[in-house]
């Protein structure tokens, strides 16, 4: 039985890439960039690197049957469905419980699911190597990305000194886990060539993270017990999350441990990654027409340009004298957004939800 | 049997209504403004004024079948297909021919199948009164609309003096008509007060438009008799336009007649009128939200202003930061327009014709 787990996170909502996504079919159950479900890219993406039944998908009661579809081969145990969100710090805890009932040696790998990665070899290669640096100490390894931009979006990870070299590749000690920045602290960030961005990936022995929440999260450690001592007294983990889980402390891995921890160690990515976090990140995955329109699906342009366009079942998409749009059509909604405004569609979708017209819509 | 007789023309592309519109199912085939076709509504508006049986509709083959689901009512052979557009000249002496078939002591009065005319009453009462002027002269009348604005998208009917009155309503002569003039002759005729936007909607004899065919289009009279000369031989009317409709002169009425003819009267309309020309024309009939956004259908806006949304069968259209928009959705095409740029869906649909891909969207 190997000791390698990962857990994949997939319980987003999917707000940004709405009318495409609902909260029963978000972003990493669509096929939003590459030809397949962006979760079962990354689930294709370990190649076999790990066994499937080493793969854990924490998600939520809405998305547990499309994680099914988009992923058959998945045992159906391992799709563990968080019966609320509690942040990131309660996922990480629940992960590190759902290996240890299986493995208490174990190193497990936390990985987002909606990240799009096309070098699936270069990044089993990273992911390997991450994986050694966790087997071989105590510490929480992240894996960084390298910056290409001054990005406003991400957290940033300040890296510093060389503590290992595996397989050729520098392990560096954490300085400082940084939340998103300012456009100008972004730019010293990138300039100073000390910082990755933070890709939510971790990889982590069992008792390394289990320390590292009694000692920085001893509350949500306390909640995390309770659950464990169900288990171990035979109780199901379905009954023992709807009881439980609603009752765990909300904070955020970065918040609760990655900031505080003092074993955190990065590498550098050696693998291309996007993380497509709204709309306008398809167009770099598109070919770009001579006035810079990028279609997925029927588009016509007329006197347009710089728009992106996403369609459906051959449905045609007609764009007059506009330019920097984003136009999105499914089958029971549009969406037409500018391209630099996307961030409001989050509060489109929640005044759809509080309106309380729109249910199929969500 | 009544010597009063009205040829609707109904001949359009509607191609500025794309991708409402097609081909087969133009604009005056569609509830563009108001609960039913436009040319449902010309009918109904004409009310008791005329009888059915003396309301001719002058359309082309695409159209005939969905010009009778509109004007059920409307005796089969009532509705005329021209086998080719040959211009309003062409239609216009068709029109003369098929009502002095019936009646040769008839009056005609020939109107657009799609403006938009509220006040059915007051739209009758003008006609009533141009009919009498028609009935008592040999005069061209034409029905001229009071303008509100300086608007260069329509030709200009230049009044002279009064030439009569009728129940209390001046009559003018004509001193010259106009062709769509730029904005500052556009607002020099506003200012005059001598000015009025010409509908399209004429008033005559059947002798006197006869009259002025022979004098001012002698080439086009001759095509024309021949036609008559074969209905006269008992052959059928189809069969005949078919033959000879396609080697009439093509020339607008306006350029071949109203131009040149010394005995065209006006008068003023005392109905509101709108042409709804195009997309942005809908925005004057449909309630504003305070942002100014217009919806005939379901929309939601965050954070956009003067948008103009026509939306179909319960899909959604949502806008995210934008401004001045037309969108239009329909089942199988949605159209994305700056208001400002509306001119040019023309040329999009022409692309989409020239590309021989999308056949079933024209």
Redesign the interface.
Known sequence: MSDRYIVIMAGGKGERF??ASRLKRPKHLLPIVGDKPMLTQTVDRLGSLIPIENIFVITNSEQVEGVHEVCPNLPEANVVAEPVGRDTAAAVGLAMLLVKRQNPEATLAMLPADAFIKNSEAFQGALDVAFKAAEASANLVTIGIQPTEPATGYGYINRGEVCDTIEGREVFKVKQFKEKPDLETAKEYLASGEYFWNAGMFVWSVAAIEGALSKYTPVLKTGLDEIESGLVAGKELKDLLEELYPTLEKISVDFAIMEKADNVVTMASTFDWDDVGAWPAIERHFPKDESGNVCDGLA?F??SSDNIVVGSN?????????EG?I?V?TK???????K???Q??K??VK??GA?GD?KD?L
């Open positions: 709405w009318p016509v007329e006197d051959g449905h045609l998409v007609g764009l007059v004298g506009v749009l136009v059509h029971d909604a549009t969406l037409v957004c500018k630099d405004e996307a409001k569609i509060a489109l005044g759809l309106s729109y819509l």
